[in-house]
């Protein structure tokens, strides 16, 4: 019984040891808590010390010495005084007399004091300098790749795979989305352009003014368009409406009784210069109805006039491009150029300001731009149009209002462009496009991929900053290692005189953290100096 009670003593003894362990640890981090935080305070207090010291040291440099600056000194030195010695120890040296010891102390030895705070400066500046250096450059980039404007939006586009046309309707709900501020369209064509006896062929962008004014294109002269235009607003062509009837009419017939097909040639309203037709006459010919032909009607169990109406490349039709006239009216007949389009017209060798010159241009639709034609292609007539605005870009292109484009009767876009009111919307506004089928891309994308590797670049020359502080830092411990060595006897001489362990521990503390100071201070202008000078340089040669 007595063994067994002193194994449960034991056991016991043991448990209270690990418990005091335990124990032990808050305590640690109590102690580290409570230095740090008395070392952010000293650290105060000695801006509170040296500023003002350092102030009237300037002052008295410039040989200021009048009645009211000494009298503000001596004022200045007595709250200085009286608010650090507010926050010293009761019963111990107050924190102005260790401030002012340590002072005397490095100041007997000005060239050791001046090494290590340089030394110090030094490896601080390289921190800050190299810091600058990343998000310096970061900014840069993000600046050339994206203004504030373009942070606010995203495009949308058609997927391949589902097809889904964008349109009016359904424009008009995105723009009834949360944090959605406009929505601008955009139908991209193929224009050919008739200038001085030459034709070139250029890319068109027919969108609304408010489309560019958001843009980062920059006008190098002239203006944008003249007017706003609803995008909105539908326009019906009286062209369209003819050439669907007269497809209904000469639709292939089927005799019912015979195994043939009468195919009629299709009507169309105008044929254009790239017509592949061999004839402009209307011909009919009875011919046998092709296997393919009465597989894909029992297949889909459809007639076999109705397959020819679905797939008119089946029939010997010979297909003639529309022709669609322009609702002359409602047209501006303006156009926004580029430099690359004045080129490959000869307009920059004949005037040298082409703002206000015409040109004639004919515009080619498809991809299902206008929905009751599918994937008919479709010309505009030719019609007359006028510089007003030129813009950088060696590509050939222009822009014109989508009103004009909109009066050839277009219903669907090429893609569009979602403004939003903040640039935090984008994310939620995207989704909920994606959500519907729809592709988008925004310039944050850009920006992520650029915030990413800059990242790492910036770990990268922190660490090197890191290494170069480390070592002024050992520099540091050094100094004040000799220094501890060299004051062995003014040690003894503080301890006798009633000075505590912990006290003397306070005033080699205190130089440190004045070292510390004057080279953080010196280190910060430093590093401030070597980015603005390496700013001008690259100002400079860039």
Excluded: C
């Amino acid at each position: 019984m007595e063994g067994l009670n002193l194994t449960k003593i034991k056991k016991i003894m043991t448990r209270q040891e690990h418990l005091k362990k335990i124990i032990k640890v808050p305590t640690y981090i109590k102690e580290v808590v409570s230095f740090i935080l008395n070392s952010m305070l000293f650290f105060i207090l000695l801006n509170i010390y040296f500023l003002p010291i350092i102030f009237f040291h300037i002052l008295h440099f410039f040989h200021i010495n009048f009645s009211f600056v000494n009298k503000l000194e001596k004022r200045v030195d007595i709250i200085a005084h009286s608010i650090v010695n507010k926050y010293s120890t009761p019963g111990a040296i107050s924190r102005w007399q260790l401030i002012k010891l340590a002072s005397r102390s490095m100041s007997t030895r000005k060239n050791r004091t001046f090494i290590t705070v340089f030394g110090v400066a030094i490896g601080i500046g390289a921190v800050v300098f190299l810091l600058s250096i990343g998000y310096g450059a970061e900014t840069l980039v993000k600046n050339r790749v994206a203004t504030l404007d373009q942070v606010k939006q995203t495009n949308i586009y058609t997927n391949d795979q589902t097809k889904l046309p964008i349109n009016d309707k359904l424009l008009t709900g995105f723009k009834s989305l949360e944090g959605v501020e406009d929505v601008q369209p955009i139908a991209s064509i193929v224009g050919k352009v008739e200038y001085n006896n030459s034709n070139v062929d250029v890319v068109v962008l027919a969108t609304s003014n408010g489309y560019l004014e958001n843009s980062d294109i920059k006008l190098k002269s002239g203006t944008f368009f003249t007017s706003e235009q609803d995008w909105s607003k539908e326009y019906d062509n009286a062209d369209i409406a003819s050439y669907l009837n007269d497809q209904k009419v000469n639709a292939p017939i089927v005799s019912s009784t015979t195994d043939s097909v009468n195919v009629s040639d299709q009507k169309v309203l105008g044929i254009s210069d790239s017509t592949t037709a061999k004839s402009d006459s209307t011909t009919t010919e009875t011919s046998p109805i092709p296997e393919e032909v009465k597989n894909l009607s029992s297949q889909l169990g459809l007639e076999s006039a109705e397959v020819y109406q679905l797939l008119p490349e089946l029939s010997n039709t010979v297909t003639k491009d529309v022709v669609i006239n322009f609702l002359s009216a409602e047209t501006l007949n303006e156009a926004v150029v580029s430099e690359g389009f004045l080129t490959a017209t000869g307009m920059d060798k004949i005037s040298s300001d082409p703002v206000g010159k015409e040109f004639n241009v004919q515009f080619t639709l498809i991809g299902g731009l206008i929905p009751q034609l599918g994937t008919q292609k479709v010309l505009s007539s030719q019609s007359s149009y006028k510089i007003i605005g030129i813009i950088p870009g060696s590509n050939p292109l222009l822009y014109i209002p989508l009103q004009d484009l909109k009066t050839l009767g277009i219903k669907n876009y090429s893609e569009a462009r979602i403004i939003a009111n903040k640039d935090n919307d984008i994310p939620s506004i995207r989704k909920a496009i994606e959500g519907r089928g729809y592709l988008t891309q925004s310039v944050q994308d850009t920006l992520d991929r650029i915030q990413t590797l800059f990242s790492g670049v910036r770990v990268s020359l922190l660490l090197l900053g890191i290494l170069a502080l480390s070592v002024a830092s050992l520099g540091m411990f050094n100094t004040l290692t000799v220094s501890l060595l060299e004051r062995t006897h003014e040690v003894g001489l503080l301890k006798a005189m009633g000075m505590k362990s912990t006290e003397v521990k306070k005033v080699f503390l205190s130089e440190s953290l004045i070292l510390g100071f004057f080279g953080g201070v010196v280190g910060l202008i430093l590093g401030y100096l070597l980015g603005y000078i390496l700013n001008m340089i690259l100002s400079f040669f860039l």
